[in-house]
């Protein structure tokens, strides 16, 4: 029998073909890639976001792609929230981080944006930092002035990159699968 409860797994990315493949939308391809090994196709649209309906286990699912560019996150997110999912968690937010190695992951309960913007964008609307989330390494940037940075971010994965990107997304999609049936702390324990 599903619970009544329903996680929204929320994979940040920018919109459009330019940016699919690109290491900002790696939270995305995690979401993406769970759609995949859950069979729960993402193709309900509505006015801020592509949504999959499914479940994994007995915990109803939604797997969200905004359309919103990254740094306005929070309107495509605050559609699924309401006043008890806040209360209850039932929000995972998956995005890239330029401060993690590639390969690494790190699932939280909560935190800042780290000067993430899409992050920033859900703190801002839902006027608090209490959410979990799960921040997939894309590595730093080996340029140091802002455009270096931005340029990288929105950049694609090298052919020698790919073998690694491929095995993290398996591994964070593992993550999650453990997060929504045993909890936060045993998730955390297992893969950060």
Do not use: W
């Not at 940040?12 to 995690?30: C, F, I, Q, W």
């Not at 969200?64 to 806040?86: H, Q, R």
């Not at 390494?137 to 690694?164: A, P």
């Amino acid at each position: 029998m599903i619970r009544s409860e329903i996680i929204n797994i929320v994979g940040l990315r920018n919109p459009g073909d330019k940016y699919t493949e690109s290491r900002h939308n790696a939270g995305a391809m995690v979401v993406s890639k769970l759609s995949t090994r859950f069979n729960i196709p993402i193709n309900v649209q509505n006015a801020s976001s592509i949504v999959g309906k499914g479940s994994i286990g007995e915990v109803a699912i939604n797997l969200i792609l905004p359309k919103t560019y990254m740094n306005e996150s929070g309107n495509a997110v605050i559609k699924f929230v309401d006043e008890k999912a806040k209360e209850n968690n039932n929000l995972l937010i998956v995005y890239d981080d330029k401060d993690l190695p590639l390969g690494k992951i790190r699932l939280r309960p909560n935190g800042s944006a780290g000067g993430h913007n899409g992050v920033k964008s859900i703190i801002d609307v839902l006027g608090t930092e209490e959410f979990p989330r799960l921040r997939i390494g894309i590595g730093k940037s080996q340029g140091r002035r802002h455009k270096d940075v931005i340029d990288y971010v929105l950049g694609r994965f090298g052919t020698e990159e790919q073998e690694i990107l491929q095995r993290t997304l398996t591994i964070a999609v593992d993550c999650i699968e453990t997060y929504i049936q045993l909890g936060i702390e045993k998730a955390m324990n297992q893969f950060n």
